[in-house]
């Protein structure tokens, strides 16, 4: 095959996993549940709550460089741990949640989930990341309305953190919890520590797409190990301890099985390995790139390390004399997978009576941006089409 198909973001396994699966095997624990979700959990929360020391020292604030005590509950996705968590709010019809707008629409679901109203707060051009400004601006007038938001869903896009200062501080002098949608992020940093780890609790994914999977699964972690305990009792069909079936809450079947888990333990091995292959991709095109007009890459926050999940950059058509969609469309035509930035939340059709502030950044970001391949397995002849495909395009003008 002369061209074949370069995928945004596909599955990259490591050495382990394949013997961790093999033990499941030979231990017959096949079931969900069993030894390997476990120390799934254990791994994870360690991960994510301990201190992380960026190779590059990216950052000389080391405010965060103390690590905490998180607990993980092993889910069948990222989207069923942002579902127990809008549970763990006892959320009301007409309850409303602050969520960021640019972003996929899983961040928002498990809201509707709960019968709650989402309220979207825009970016900021810095970070592509929830605007610390636009959100304070939202709770003044939620609270002047008399709508005290009852939760802020806060994304990590495309492998960085959101500036979590402002943000912490906003929702603990308000008293709002704060619900870190990291699934974008895991191996990001800000300032020293994993984002997923500061707010009440943090919801991950191992998708098929992200930075490392176990071709579907979540994880929801907690300082509050309450929280765990009860996402983990939800999660198993509410089983009230008795010797038969008793229930006394709805359930849900969210657990994470003892195979997939054997794939993540191996993934998580290698998940340095994943981050710097992604950084690789990104300073390849940035380099490739250099004299292109009207080219501009997702900024780099300096407070952290962005994983560059996804190289995601916009095209100003007035400058580059090409848009979005022509550099998409031809991409394509090459067998190359490329997509535009995400649609933002508060354009979508389903959310369109839904509060908003702000927005004009994030519609920009959806008009001009786009994300490129971005895989830990892309090879040097797939990143070389990639860059041929796009220079290709800006000759053509
Ligand atoms: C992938 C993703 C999710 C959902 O995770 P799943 O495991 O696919 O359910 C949630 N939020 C964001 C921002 C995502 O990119």
Redo the contacts with the bound molecule.
Sequence with gaps: MANPRIHLSSPHMGGDELALVQDAFATNWIAPLGPHVDKFEQEFAELVGGRIVDEGGLTSDVGHLSSVKLHAAALS???AALHLAMRWLKLEPGDEVICSSL??S??VNPILYERATPVFVDCDKQTWNMDPAILAEAIAARLKAGRKPRAVIL?HLYGQSADLDPIVALCAQHEIPLIE?A??ALGATYKGRAPGSFGLCGIH?F?GN?IITTSGG?MLTSADPKLIEKARFWATQARDPAPHYQHSEVGFNYRLSNVLAAIGRGQLRVLEDRVAARRRNCAFYQTAFADLPGIAFMPEADYGRCTRWLTCLTIDPREAGVDREQVRLSLGEKNIEARPVWKPMHLQPIFRECPNYGGAVGERLFADGLCLPSGSNLTMSDLERVVEAVRDVFKRR
Aim: without cysteine; hydrophobic residues 25%; glycine residues 14%.
């Design positions: 996705s990222g989207t972003t996929f899983a961040s994304v949608d699934a974008e994914s998708n992200k979540g």
